[in-house]
């Protein structure tokens, strides 16, 4: 795996002298804070099934929900406590005896016990004193050690918190048995540089491990987490793809990455495994991947840009930080307006088609022609669109081999007019016009072009695909044609479904011409 802190002079440099843990603890909350989420609700199968892939991706501990919540949160933490998975289980508890027996008789492995600091929560939510909250704090983190649980304490609202009464707060709570201390800016508004002061802070004080939890209300929570680490936090907390309420969570993928990416910190994730866990949890949870997003979007690793598909194709590293391969992901070449030749080349080569051996420079420059008037439409091309573009630019007669091209076309149709079609044909050197009605603009313009052409070549067979979906996809036709006893299949594509007709119509007519003046 590449380590920017070892390659990169300036991330070198940067992180001298300071006390960075050679190994963080990942506490996954995809199934706590990020089912908070608004609008997502697991069921107990969702939750034991992200559970175990939790567990096989390799996160330290696993907060498998809220007990209280609800009956079927503790039916789903009570069967992920009897699962006996490598992760330790965490309950969530607010600092109530209620909450804390519910979570008990889980059987969870921590809890995670909590109360507001702030002097807003204390004010308006809680309606109680500095003295009073750190009392409820203490006695809370007092019975869950007597019953023999390890405990997590968070002072929620951390970072709005007088930092005096915050740092008395957590010797508090690590004096009434607390075994890790977790900072959590609930509402996101901390930026790296005041969050390496906060935890360094803290670490003055408190000889437990500490943890952060860090909110994305400011697109901040991984920065805020890895300023955090840099300042000695050994524990943070994130979610897959970063749910969570509001903004969401630290993005766990994008943690775990940056740890052992960049600071080469050892965690036990199997990084390999993080696309897989991202797309199951975006099908429980409804919640869509957004396609830029960091290491499981769909576009982290893909290129269409003519110049940096050429890079990657020369050198991976040129323009993907770390190999998709690592996460999961696999390398995508996109073809579309940005794209250049060398991709082209390397797609085709992909799809089995050589330069040189199964198309000629000339067919070559075509397809690069019809893909980028493809891209321009705004359309994204994928490998069925470029075998289309291939097969109807190779299937082609060469120029001098045609004996009918197509001059002009308009077709006209609607609610209130009979769809009619008019066609000039070049036939050699003769100019041909006609025109003709049909039921619809495709048979309106075939037969003008029957028409113009006479009655020995007959229509015998249409079909019709479309490549991609959408109203722009790419159009296949098929048509076989029958004429001087001769039968001819012919294709062609376009995102216009009556030039792909007619393109196919006068294809095979000039297959059936040249083949008749041939035999
Ligand atoms: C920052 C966070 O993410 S915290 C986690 C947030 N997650 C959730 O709230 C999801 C699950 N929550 C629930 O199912 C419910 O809110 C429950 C079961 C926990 C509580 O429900 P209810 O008893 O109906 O109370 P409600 O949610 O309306 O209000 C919260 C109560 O808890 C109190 N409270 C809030 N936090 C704490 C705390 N950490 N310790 C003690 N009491 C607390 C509030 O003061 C309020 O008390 P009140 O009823 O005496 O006024
Ligand atoms: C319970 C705490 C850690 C929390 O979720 C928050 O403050 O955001």
């Not at 803290?202 to 840099?230: M, Q, R, T, W």
């Not at 012919?490 to 792909?500: Q, W």
């Amino acid at each position: 795996m590449i380590i920017y802190k070892e390659e990169n002079e300036i991330i070198k440099k940067a992180l001298e002298n300071l006390d960075i843990p050679d190994r963080v603890y990942i506490f996954d909350t995809t199934l706590r804070d990020g089912e908070q989420t608004p609008g997502v609700s697991l069921t107990p199968e969702e939750k034991i099934e992200i559970a175990i892939k939790l567990d096989d991706l390799g996160v330290d501990v696993i907060e498998a929900g809220f007990p209280v919540s609800s009956l079927g949160e503790q039916e789903a933490i009570k069967k992920i406590c009897s699962l006996n998975l490598n992760a330790e289980i965490c309950g969530l508890a607010r600092a109530v005896k209620k909450d804390i027996d519910v979570a008990i008789d889980c059987g969870v492995d921590r809890i995670h016990t909590f109360i507001a600091t702030s002097p807003l929560h204390r004010k308006y939510k809680l309606k109680k004193s500095k003295e009073e909250i750190i009392e409820i704090a203490v006695e809370a983190i007092e019975y869950i050690k007597e019953h023999g649980i390890k405990v997590e304490f968070s002072a929620e609202d951390a970072t709005r918190t007088e930092l005096d009464y915050l740092i008395e707060v957590y010797k508090k709570a690590v004096e009434a048995g607390a075994d890790i201390i977790n900072v959590p800016d609930t509402v996101g508004v901390m930026i790296p540089r005041a969050m390496y002061y906060l935890i360094n802070e803290i670490k003055k004080e408190i000889k437990v491990p500490i943890s952060v939890h860090c909110h994305n209300d400011f697109g901040l929570a991984v920065a805020n987490s890895l300023a955090a680490v840099e300042a000695g936090a050994e524990q943070v907390h994130c979610t897959i793809n970063g749910l969570g309420e509001r903004g969401g969570n630290a993005a766990l993928e994008e943690v775990v990455m940056s740890l052992m990416s960049i600071y080469g910190i050892k965690t036990e994730i199997k990084t390999e495994k993080l696309y897989n866990i991202s797309q199951l949890v975006s099908k429980y949870t409804e919640i869509k991947v957004q396609p830029n997003k960091a290491i499981v979007g769909e576009n982290a690793f893909a290129h269409e840009s003519g110049i940096h598909a050429h890079g990657v194709l020369a050198h991976a590293l040129t323009y993907e930080p770390i190999p998709p391969e690592l996460v999961g992901q696999k390398r995508k070449i996109i073809l579309g307006k940005h794209t250049g030749t060398h991709a082209i080349e390397a797609k085709l080569k992909e799809l089995g088609i050589e330069i040189g051996k199964d198309i000629n420079k000339e067919q070559f420059d075509e397809i690069v022609k019809r893909i980028k008037a493809l891209g321009d439409k705004g359309k994204r091309v994928t490998d069925r669109d470029v075998e289309a573009i291939v097969e109807d630019v190779v299937g082609k007669l060469a120029k001098e081999d045609r004996v009918v091209e197509l001059e002009q076309i308009a077709v006209m149709t609607g609610n209130r007019v009979i769809p009619t079609a008019s066609v000039a044909l070049k036939i050699e050197e003769n100019l041909k016009k006609s025109s003709a009605i049909g039921v619809g603009p495709v048979d309106a313009a075939v037969k003008a072009i029957q028409k113009a052409i006479g009655e020995k070549i007959k229509l015998k067979e249409y079909h019709i695909n479309a490549i991609t979906g959408g109203t722009d996809a790419l159009a296949e036709v098929i048509v076989t044609l029958e004429g001087y006893g001769k039968e001819i299949t012919t294709k062609a594509a376009s995102e216009d479904i009556v030039r792909a007709s007619v393109e196919a119509v006068i294809d095979g007519i000039n297959k059936i011409l040249a083949k008749k003046e041939k035999s």
